[in-house]
Each structure stands twice: as C-alpha cells, then as structure tokens.
C-alpha cells in the first residue's frame, strides 16, 4: 500500500466516515435524535418559561448558549469525535481484531450443543423470535454496558474513564469523549457474551434468527435512541420522576453520574435502563426540579484535559505513576533512615 492509499485509508475514510455517522441510524448522534432531542428540549422551555420556572431568555440560553457550547472543552469534543474514527481504524479494530480469533463465536455454541445433544429441528423465522432474540440482545448489551462502566470507575481504570467525566460542560458530542481502551473492552467483552447468547439462541431455534429492525436498526435501541437521549450530556434537565426511573435512565440521571459532587459519586452507571441501578445499589433518582450541580470530576483537574494528547495518552502517563507509586516501600519515622 502506498503512501497516498495508506493516508486514503486511515485518515481521509475515517473522517468521512465519522462525518457521514451523524446521518446514521444506527447511533444516537444521529441528526434524528438528535432533533428528537433538541425538540424536546423547545418544549420543556416553552412549558418552563410559561410557568416562570426557567429564567432563560431564549431557547440557546436555556441549552447553554455559547457558555456551554463554544467553551474549549466542547470544542475539544467536537474535535475529538473525528480523531475517533482514525483512532478506531488505527487501534481499536487491530486490537480487537487481535484477540477476536480467541473468542467464542455463536457458531461455536452451536457445534458444541449439537456435538452435546444433536440437531434441533429447524422453528423457523418469524416475528415472535425476531423480537425476543432482539429483546435479549439489548438486556444483554446494556446488563454488559453497566458492568463495565462500572469496572471504568475502579481505580485501576478510572484515569482512562475520567476521560469521559473530565468534561466541565456537556454536549451531545461529550457521548464520544471515550478512551479507546475503555471502547476495546466493551467491544470484547460484548462479543463474550453475545456469542454465548446467539449461540444458545440458534441451537434451541435450529438455525439463526435475525433482529426485528427498524429502519435498519434494532427496534429497542431505536426507541431508547428517540427518547430524547442526547439530553443526557447537556445541560437540560430532564427527569422521568422517581417511578420511572427505577426502570429508564432519563437525562437528569445521567446529570447526576457526571455531577462533582461527593453524594453524586458512583451512581447511575446504566446506559438505557437504571433497572440496573436498582438491583445493584447504584440508583439515584430525581424529581422535575432541577439541582445544582457542577459536571466534572472529585479532582476538579478539567484543566489538564483540555488537548488531544490529554485524552488520548495521559491515563497512560497517570496509570504508570500510579504503578510505580504503589511499588514504592511505605516507610513510617521509625523505620525511616537517620539524617
């Protein structure tokens, strides 16, 4: 490959690809949710300002305004969303690709069942199965998601997490303020447990079942995506009140997990549904009142996450000193050496 097809592939497709990903169903920084969003955003400050409980003068000012998203750190993200996609091409996907062939495949549950209790006859494709083999797979991605959000908050990955909750001020684009590493293991960790799934689901149907789709998309993560999910990084509060929430994540929800504030901390890891939360301890739910709060992290050190390299190599530099400062014997004044 020569040097011009080499700068074609890494570089110039990636960043096409990037650009043409907001008119791409398949994610929530689409154009359509993200005008789902932003509409209904108009309508809780037209409701909000009839009622005297919001005093923006204007729709921008009451989504942040130039404060929120001219500020250096939404520009660092609306940056960082293309540097993803060559990111993507030149590491997560040789990464991925590297342990892949050392995964199970649904097609490996298969044999293995098969081998175990022979062939199952052939149930047949329809809508039944399409929706239930769907419905497992979002239960599933999003049971994943919140345990390895989870995991990101430990201390031996949280410098590459904080990456993410360094942001002083949300846009939707802050959705992609990800660390590649944090993206390889989610990547991988789904193909564990969706190929164990899908491997289990096709042997007991005799053969693969496809997902109901919509418009391309599985049905659950298109209607999870239209509710007003790019609220979630940005500064408008939208709470689905205390029932609700012990089942779906709003946006106030979301608010609250990248709040600074000590009460706020290592709560609502879930993506689309807090049920998660509920089960495991980690719920905090809201009312339609909105509270204070300041996004960032316990450090308050946003300042030094405002370049590329900082998001990109400095968990790296911190997880390494955090290596050698742990290797480092403790001494105490008695053990310490005389002067």
Same mark, same amino acid.
Request: one cysteine or more; glycine letters at 8%; hydrophobic letters at 45%.
């Given at each position: ?8 592939? $890494? ?15 398949? &994610?929530? +920084?689409?154009?359509?949710? +993200?005008?789902?969003? $932003? ?17 923006? #003068? ?18 660092? @993200?609306?940056?960082?969303?293309? /540097? ?7 590491? /997560? ?27 199952? #006859? ?55 303020? =990800? ?6 293991? *989610?990547?991988?960790? @789904?193909?564990?447990?969706?190929? !164990?799934?899908?491997? !289990?689901?096709? $042997? ?11 418009? *391309? ?59 998660? @939360?509920? %089960? ?15 996004? &960032? ?7 030094? $996450? ?7 190599? %400095?968990?790296? =530099? ?15 004044? @008695? ?5």
């Amino acid at each position: 490959m020569g040097v011009l097809e080499s700068l074609h592939h $890494y570089l110039v497709e990636p960043l096409i690809e990037q650009f043409l990903g907001v008119f791409d169903l398949n &994610g929530r +920084l689409g154009v359509l949710f +993200l005008a789902i969003s $932003y509409a209904t955003a108009y309508g809780l400050f037209r409701y909000r300002s009839r009622r005297g409980l919001t005093d923006a #003068p204007s729709f921008w000012q009451f989504i942040g305004g130039n404060r929120v998203h001219l500020h250096r750190s939404a520009l660092l @993200d609306y940056r960082y969303y293309f /540097v993803r996609g060559v990111i993507k091409v030149l590491l /997560v996907v040789p990464i991925v690709g590297l342990v892949d062939p050392y995964i199970l495949r649904s097609g490996d549950y298969i044999s293995f069942f098969t081998n175990l209790w022979g062939e199952r #006859p052939q149930v047949g494709h329809n809508l039944s199965l399409a929706l239930l083999y769907g419905l497992g797979v979002f239960l599933i991605s999003d049971f994943t998601h919140y345990w390895v959000h989870r995991a990101f908050h430990c201390s031996w990955l949280w410098e590459f997490h904080k990456v993410h909750h360094s942001a002083p001020v949300m846009v939707p684009l802050t959705a992609s303020r =990800v660390h590649f590493l944090e993206k390889v293991v *989610g990547r991988l960790v @789904d193909l564990v447990f969706l190929g !164990a799934y899908a491997g !289990a689901f096709w $042997y007991v149907c005799g053969g693969e079942i496809s997902r109901y789709t919509l418009f *391309g998309v599985t049905y659950l993560v298109f209607i999870f995506n239209g509710l007003a999910s790019n609220l979630r990084h940005s500064h408008v509060w939208l709470s689905f009140g205390p029932r609700l929430e012990h089942i779906f994540n709003s946006p106030a929800q979301h608010q609250i997990h990248h709040s600074d504030a000590p009460r706020h901390f290592h709560k609502n890891f879930s993506t689309n549904l807090s049920l998660w @939360d509920w %089960m495991f301890g980690t719920l905090y739910v809201t009312s339609s009142v909105p509270e204070r709060i300041e996004f &960032g992290t316990a450090e308050r050190d946003s300042h030094r $996450y405002l370049t590329l390299y900082s998001l990109i190599v %400095m968990p790296f =530099v911190d997880t390494a000193r955090k290596l050698v400062s742990s290797r480092r014997p403790f001494t105490t004044p @008695d053990s310490a050496p005389d002067a």
